[in-house]
């Protein structure tokens, strides 16, 4: 079962981050910026704001009965994932000014992460879990990886895949966790 959390966490993180405003902040600021600052900060902020995340669906865990928690977290993220393929994506222009990347980095993506869908889906997969260590790692790992790609390929990344294709590929990621958090619940 833990793998399978550690790797539940990792897909999900990774599929809603591509093309998410993360994505384009960390894209700008690395094209302006040291790449080691803007990804040190990145990461560093993106791991703050998901373990607090992770902390909260853990005590959730702790209060609330399972399937009550379960059920919850699949109607949350079948939410989402409507959500995400029903809205329509705007240009987020962003804004920098010159100063130390690092701290500059890691307030604009805390800022932008508090309350964002990524961070919700952490708070419920611990919630649903009750594994927020697990939940905490595959997320880091995935903000790992996906700053990686977003610092390195910068605005390439633009290029190859088209935000639609991004914002539909999140949904579906959105609906079939949900889905199946609502199968083991009634199950």
Avoid: W
Avoid at 71 to 96: D, H, N
Avoid at 134 to 147: C, D, E, K, T
């Amino acid at each position: 079962m833990g793998l399978s959390i550690l790797l539940s966490a990792f897909l999900l993180i990774a599929a809603t981050e591509l093309g998410d405003k993360t994505m384009v902040t960390v894209i700008t600021l690395s094209s302006k910026h040291g790449r080691r600052e803007v990804f040190l900060g990145a990461v560093s902020s993106l791991a703050a704001v998901s373990a607090l995340g992770a902390l909260i669906g853990g005590a959730l865990f702790e209060v609330i009965p399972e399937d009550v928690l379960a059920l919850s977290a699949g109607c949350a993220f079948i939410l989402f994932g409507t959500y995400t393929l029903l809205k329509e994506e705007k240009k987020e222009a962003v804004q920098v000014k010159s100063g130390n990347a690092f701290i500059t980095t890691f307030s604009l993506i805390a800022l932008m992460e508090m309350g964002d869908k990524s961070q919700l889906s952490i708070l419920t997969l611990a919630a649903g879990s009750g594994s927020y260590l697990l939940v905490l790692i595959g997320a880091i790992m995935a903000f790992g990886l996906i700053v990686t790609l977003e610092v390195l390929l910068g605005e390439r990344i633009g290029r190859v895949l088209r935000p639609e294709v991004l914002r539909l590929g999140g949904g579906a990621v959105f609906l079939v966790f949900g889905t199946i958090f609502l199968v083991q619940a009634l199950l």
